[in-house]
């Protein structure tokens, strides 16, 4: 299948974004933000600066 340019990209976060929701994650401000953006790291752009993690 021919793509648009950044198309395939959209696609792939769309597939992301579905299966975090359906997990319906719950999320807790007591544990700070870098638990919290961990918890979403695939989607999550820069994820590595604010967790520390590789």
């Known amino acids: ?4 340019p950044g ?3 959209l696609l792939n976060f769309d597939e992301n ?3 975090y929701a359906d997990k319906k994650i719950s999320l807790d401000l007591d544990d700070g933000v870098k ?3 961990g918890r979403f790291s695939d989607l999550l752009a820069e994820v590595k600066a604010v967790t520390g993690k590789r």
């Open 1 to 4: 299948m021919l793509y648009l």
């Open 7 to 9: 198309e395939e990209e």
């Open 17 to 19: 974004i579905h299966h």
């Open 35 to 37: 638990v919290n953006y």
